[in-house]
């Protein structure tokens, strides 16, 4: 729903607070790569948008508490600074803002406040704060009401996917959840579960339920491979796209019809 230009500009007002003159058409899932650094992890935006002014605003959403998010939002800060540079001659007063957006289902740091909000500060004076131009802010989807605007509070509303009936847009807005929910083919594009499949097997490593394939030889054990279907479905994969991964992984191993016995089972 980001990816419309007219809904995101007024989510980002909601969550910031404050008017934006206009912005620029949102680009989802943009990808920023450092092609000098070819083994550096990359990041894939959910949605990053420019406004008029050429200030920066990255939208992600975060389904799973994996106790990173600060690392994360630091990450991917970085990476918005290697989408935003400095052309020659020009002084870093020059540099516009950004803005570091994490739409979450869980709460970071259990407060139970509905919105977070991340500066730089002095540390023996809070007063005194860093203009480094980067707002970090968390929107907290199991936060407890406490004085928020109705908007606000209607973005966790659909956070959560409960009704909301406020004005024109935010029925246009599950209208439209509605309509791409219920389309097959439309899920299957927006899963796009390779590009962040490194993460999950990372999961799975620490878990040890890492498979280590070698050749000619596996110490996967069946127990393992059910895991990981468990772990694909949790990410929102189809049954075709776990089987393809079962496929690559372990279509040497085991048939098709194996495979697919595995799937019934976990």
């Known amino acids: 729903m980001m990816s419309d230009k007219r809904i995101c500009k007024y989510i ?4 910031l607070s404050f008017k934006i003159k206009e912005i620029y058409y949102p680009e989802k899932q943009k990808e920023v790569k450092d092609p000098k650094h070819r083994k550096r992890k990359d990041v894939r935006f959910d949605i ?7 200030n920066l605003y990255d939208v992600e959403a975060q389904t799973t508490d994996k106790k990173d998010i600060g690392w994360r939002m630091w990450y991917y800060a970085a990476k918005m600074d290697q989408r935003y540079t400095l052309d020659k001659g020009k002084t870093y007063r020059n540099m516009k803002k950004a803005y570091l957006i994490f739409l979450c289902n869980f709460d970071p740091e259990g407060e139970g406040r509905i919105k977070y909000t991340y500066h730089t500060y002095e540390d023996h004076n809070k007063a005194k704060q860093l203009q480094d131009g980067l707002e970090k802010i968390i929107i907290n989807g199991k936060g407890i009401p ?21 004005n024109k847009i935010f029925d246009e807005i599950q209208t439209r959840i509605k309509d791409m929910n219920e389309d097959p083919e439309w899920r299957d594009k927006m899963i796009d579960y390779e590009t962040r499949m490194p ?19 596996t110490n996967a054990t069946i127990s393992d491979i059910k895991k990981l279907i468990t772990a694909l479905r949790d990410f929102g994969g189809s049954n075709e796209q776990i089987l393809n991964r079962l496929k690559q992984d372990y279509g040497d191993q085991f048939s098709i019809d194996k495979l697919k016995d595995f799937m019934d089972q976990a």
Not at 48 to 54: A, G, I
């Open 12 to 15: 980002l007002e909601i969550i």
């Open 48 to 54: 990053l948008v420019e406004d008029y002014d050429h």
């Open 146 to 166: 406490n004085g928020e605007s109705a908007d606000e509070l209607g973005l966790v509303d659909l956070i959560n996917n409960r009704p909301v009936h406020l």
């Open 199 to 217: 993460e999950k097997e990372q999961e799975a490593e620490e878990k040890g339920m890492q498979k280590g394939i070698q050749k000619g030889f």
